[in-house]
């Protein structure tokens, strides 16, 4: 049985050799440029691209081409109600189908308002009319645009016809006879129901996992090729592997702790998108999924056997990991399989839990199954950062060994 006294000395040469490989990993990570773009360059300006590209952040002035065949003063006001809406910029007005739909191959318009020639007549005699709307489907968001303001103005005009033919005597009666059942819309956490502030907070988590990817990546994929991640070592193998996990994990956390103040709280109040978090919600779940985030891509690094590959194996996972964490894509409607599957990045848990704090200002408690699971991730990456580094290091012992 070892003393206290053993236990205590034992214990400050473990930190002591903690700082010591941090030290060493910083000075790493300075020297190497190419680590340099993936830890600091990327991080500060993939936030800002993204965000200057959906600053707008809806879809506004679609434009549209208009075949109006009736061409009456009724089609025209249509037309000109139409035009007026924020969303859709009526282009151009052709005689028939074939024009507009040219105009739409050569995307001069992106959907067309077709006005049959009986419009006019069929609404003077109290009989329905019908508006064609053709949109390019290849893009929501504009036919979400063109329906949106088509649907306002024919509730709008439709409104005004039921008013003449009643003769109500009061405004009062007027809005009754025309809306008995009325509904509020009251758009929650999204109040401009905007592109930007639904897709940034889960691409800003996103780019926190793929940068420490890339970046270790690189660092492991480098040492592999040079086999001197052996030399790395303080001491020892067993807990010098431990040891080295940890002194190398501290260097990133304390770089990566500035990067997440930059990409989640300086980058979103940059550009006025909806923020409503608790700051101490919000900074004790970072402490886990940066260390997940850290421990996965450790982990990972024994898939880089040489610097070029990790942009092979990595570079091409951020997309489908956007796909399944269920921000981009309804998470009920993501596969059982492929759900599972998003369980095993940080980036599923971080993204969800990140989105319910930050936009829906969501409690610590409130986010307990994510923030659990992000815990669990960093232990288990944690045991098998460790296995992987021990074994890169006994390559790295053996490769060097065969050269000398």
Known sequence: MRTIKELHILFREAVSDTFFIWRKEAGRVVRDQGVLIFFILVPVLYPLLYAFIYTGETVR?????????????????????????PDVKVVARTGNMEEAKELMRRTKAYGIIRIPDDFSRKVNRMQQAYVGLYCDMSGLLYYKALLTACTDVSLDMNTELQIKRMGNTTVRQDEVSTAPLRYESVALFNPTNGFASFLIPAVLMLVIQQTLLLGIGLINGSARERATLHTQLVQ???????????GKALCYLMLYALVSVWVLIVVPQLFHLAQIPQTSDLLAFMVPYLLACIF???????LVCQRETCMLVFVFT??????????????????????????????TFGINGFVRINTMGALLEDVAFEYVGLWIQAGVYFLTACAAYYYMINESRRKANTLN
């Open 296 to 302: 996965f891509a450790m982990t990972c690094s024994i």
């Open 236 to 246: 020892g193998t067993g807990r010098g592997t431990v040891r080295l996990v940890l």
């Open 318 to 347: 951020s997309l489908p990991l956007l796909f399944i964490s269920g921000i981009s894509w309804p998470g009920v409607a993501v596969p059982d399989f492929w759900k599972y599957v998003s369980w095993l990045a940080p980036s």
């Open 61 to 85: 002035e679609v434009p549209a081409v208009v075949v109006d065949g009736a061409n009456t003063a009724l089609s025209r006001d249509f037309v000109r109600r139409v035009d007026a809406s």
